[in-house]
Nanobody, 125 residues
Framework: QVQLVASGGASVEAGGSLRLTCSVI????????MAWFRQATGGQYEGVAE???????TYAESAKGRFTTSKDNAKNTLYLQMNSLKPEDTARYYC???????????????????WSQGTQVTVSS
């Protein structure tokens, strides 16, 4: 069975940085699409960043200029570099993966059928 493991979450002060990692375990096939989603307490899932195997990326407006996602195709590993963190970034972050896109819509949770557990990011003022 394929497992996605998200790690790197922590408690930081506003303005700080974190690097999240999503590791794929138990599969020799790399995923074409990988993405990061987050969910604040009591909130909906929000797409944060997406990347495909060509290196094409899509970011939520709130993440542009601050977050950078990248995918190592050889290692089948996803990263999210988060800079200039704000309290509004506080959420549980999940990584997701898919071999193909069912819907022509970026940062859409229903395109993804593999999910990690969450890693908590807490940003204090």
């Amino acid at each position: 069975q394929v497992q996605l493991v998200a790690s790197g979450g922590a408690s930081v002060e506003a303005g700080g940085s974190l690097r999240l990692t999503c590791s794929v375990i138990g599969s020799t096939d790399s995923f074409y699409y990988m993405a990061w989603f987050r969910q604040a307490t009591g909130g909906q899932y929000e797409g944060v960043a997406e990347v495909n195997s060509k290196g094409w990326t899509t970011y939520a407006e709130s993440a542009k200029g601050r977050f950078t996602t990248s995918k190592d195709n050889a290692k089948n590993t996803l990263y999210l570099q988060m800079n200039s963190l704000k309290p509004e970034d506080t959420a549980r972050y999940y990584c997701a993966a898919a071999h193909a896109r069912q819907y022509d819509l970026p940062l859409y949770r229903y395109n993804y059928n593999y999910w990690s557990q969450g890693t908590q990011v807490t940003v204090s003022s």
